[in-house]
């Protein structure tokens, strides 16, 4: 792991969007975290904000 994806990682954990623009830059899967991202903060859906968190992990640790 470089410095770079350790700092995606931190970034991710606290602001998901944030990590994934890091990584994926203004894609479309970009646009569809930020849209499900305030349903996560506002607790709406109950399991939504684990569920991003490691959808974004995932993405940042799959793409190179």
Known sequence: MTCGVIHRLIIASCIPPLG???QV????D????LVIYPFAVN???LGVWPATVIKHLCVILSRK
């Open 20 to 22: 994934f623009f890091s």
């Open 30 to 33: 970009f646009w569809i975290s």
């Open 25 to 28: 830059g203004l894609s479309q």
């Open 43 to 45: 607790g709406l859906y």
